[in-house]
């Protein structure tokens, strides 16, 4: 029998009642969801506090994180509630038991002459449960519980506070009415007035001839006014009937029916709406709807226009069940009116253009799961025609996936393994479909360490895969990697030194001779490939060793402890002619710190390294009372004793001569962060060979006031086996606050190699106690071609206003903010 499992949650998304998105020539504003992480089953979202309370102050984003969360709302410019005067915090919040309660009745004076009415005067209260009702006058029914105040009536319930001038109502039935009513939501900073309001039971409440806002009462910068709205508590919503919005008083738009949040549940109806201009596909609306189906699954469907191509279904599915949860996001527009890019052969115009997305893990049988990702489109220039920033149109490739994959302990052993495939798609149109990664069809691993004693095990990692692609060599490939390894340590030592045996198989499939490293031979050009089983074996022998020396010291009157960390690292791999081998999934790593201490170049498997290097690297950290490292120096170099024989082919299939280098570059990496307000990282390399900089970068981060950030960086990197360099960037970005309500916002990247800006964003934000609204202008690179670098340019102004409780940001602004701002809330 299967027991039941708890009910689970997908992440919430709030109501967005209304937004305003404008981007001139420029890519459309993206309507975007709540974060897509699930929350923990059986933990609802606590509730805010009263509106009088300040809330806690947000924690600053850690110096140097590439991703911020984003800000939550904050209240905390708005002004106490007067309404909160007589909230009473220690009534009980259940209003279940109302029933099961005595009525407690306090007076300065009662009159009891008739046996069944009691007519109460002066600082009259009546206590149950939740509920408190305070006035001048009142009479009370005791058998009834019919109830009648007059005179500064003031009520209280778990759900609410509400003052006015006459209340009668049933205790036992939770009902009543009053007139000139003013009502303050208690989970919420909801508020309002109306000329009658009336508790139609302990969840649901009705407001005739209403308004309702977040903002201070009395200063409503934005409401809703309805001859009719009604409160659920039970569902988290409010409904407005006859519903007028307005901004500082100026009407905005009118519904028969208007639906907001009374709190942060999920809930069905319009997200932000968004218009645009789009260099590629003309105009652009969109006006996205949320469908809570359930409270594990949940839908948005996102009708857009694009006046250029036509009409636009996308949409949205999440799922979370009992050991599975996944997505799935789809874009489709039948017969596309657009032209044909003039710039690649694809043929777009009248075909039906689409996009889909889809992810899910589940969870099979003991260790083992399924973990499925697809991710394909309808031709190769989707991502480029409905892309709307840099990232998305120069992504090159769409990756697809199906693994089922496991792992765990048996007996002392610990394993991992995975069965599955990998697919390619090219959606770059200036790049022939030769460019794209060979399908691994299918992929196979398996990987285990066994201990023999603390210091001593064993293990061994291996790999299986079928390569296919068209126009290409393919095959099979087997690699075989056992090893023995032991680590000697103590207090301020160590010494790890390892063992292993690696061979790797190869079955070439099809007419492999007429294909070289990188494709079909050209006229007169031999094939590398001699044998359709070539294979390679080799030891992989290697010791690692380092000290750890401390002392005290003192630095501008503060003390900190200073480590000085010697390694070495020798590596010796005997040489194997691997030139016979195809290139799978091989290349040549770009070379950093974390080279030295690698028993391999090169990615993947077609290609094992010959060495016999010792690798040296001295590294000095500063690290204070609190075990914070506050400033760490590395510098290290790798001797090379033998020549570097393997090496990859060139474009014409032959190979690269070997390098008779001494050894590698010097490479020096710097971190200082003297305190939490700044951060210093900085990285060098200078080949001793070439007498020139290979790598050169900078970095600096720091904090202005409370939620300020300044961030500033230069990059350089020399075109291997050249004098020119391949990247030179600068980039700098702000966020200045000027007040508690102003930020301005900056941000600016340049190629010294175009001479050309790649990236320019300036904007503002505002923020009040219950509205807040950003103005973003961009300018940014939309395209890359690979012969002439940097291609065209967009432009974009985007305007998105947020109303606190009712709407938030969520456009395309907020994630071209915190993917180019380091550091941004």
Known sequence: MTPKLPPRHLPPRRLLAVAAALALFGSPVEAQSAPDQPVAPDQPSPAPPPSNTAPAAVSNCPLGAFRCPPRPLNFSMCRPNAMLSFYDPTMSKDSSVRETSNTFVSAQRVDGSNQT?????????????????????????????????????????????????????????????ADNVAFQM????????????QLLDDQRSRYLNATYSTCDVGNHVWEIRGKDIRMDKETGEGVAHDATMSVYGFPLFWLPTFTFPIDDRRKTGFLTPTIGNSSRSGFTVSTPYYLNLAPNYDATLD???????GAMLAGEFRYLVPGSLGQMNFEYLPNDRGDNDPDSTAVTKGKDRWLLKYYDSTHLYGPWSLNVGVNRASDRNYMR???????????????????ISGGGKWGKAYWNASLGADYYQN????????????????????NVDYPINRWLDVGANTEAVAFRKNDSVEGNRLDLYPYIQANFQGAAWFVKPRVAYRYTGYDLTGNYQQYGYYGLL??????????????????????????VFDRSMSLFGTSYTQTLEPRLYYLYVPYRNQDNIPLFDTNLMSFDTWELFTP?????????????????????????????????????????????RVQTPNSNNTVTPPTNWSGSDYVIDLTTQLNDDWKVTSQYQWNPNTSLTDLGAIGLQMRIKTDGILNFSYRYRRQPGTESPLLEQY?????????????????????????????????????????????VGRHYVNTYNYNTQLGSANTAVMLEVEFKGLTNFTGQSENALRNGILGYQ
């Open 117 to 177: 009415v009691y007519h109460l005067e002066g600082d009259v209260k009546l206590d149950r449960a939740d509920q408190r009702l305070q006035a001048d006058v009142a009479d009370y029914n005791n058998d009834t519980t019919d109830y009648d105040a007059r005179g500064n009536v003031r009520y209280q319930e778990a759900g609410q506070l509400m003052s006015t001038d006459h209340m009668r109502g049933n205790q036992d039935a939770s009902t009543a009415t």
């Open 186 to 197: 208690l989970t919420t900073r909801g508020n309002g007035v109306a000329t009658q309001g």
């Open 303 to 309: 009708p857009r226009i694009y006046t250029d191509r």
């Open 385 to 403: 025609d409905f892309g709307d920033d840099l990232y998305t149109t120069t992504i090159s490739q769409l990756v697809s996936s199906t693994y």
């Open 427 to 446: 959606v770059d149109y200036s790049l022939p479909d030769s460019s794209v990664q060979y399908k691994r069809w299918p992929r196979a691993t398996f």
């Open 522 to 547: 050209g006229q007169g050009q031999a094939s590398p490939f001699s044998s359709s089983s070539p294979s390679r074996s080799l030891p992989v022998v290697s010791v690692d060793s380092g000290l």
């Open 600 to 644: 391999n170049t090169y990615s993947g498997a077609d290609r094992q390294i010959n060495a016999n290097n010792l690798s040296a690297m001295l590294t000095t950290r500063l690290l204070d009372d609190n075990g914070v490292e506050r400033v760490s120096a590395s510098f290290g170099q790798i001797r090379y004793f033998t020549q570097q």
């Open 731 to 775: 980039d700098a970005s702000v966020v200045y606050p000027v007040s508690d309500r102003w930020r301005l916002i900056g941000h600016w990247t340049y190629s010294v190699l175009d001479k050309r800006t790649v990236e320019a964003l300036a904007g503002v934000e505002y923020d009040t106690c219950c509205v807040a609204w950003r103005l």
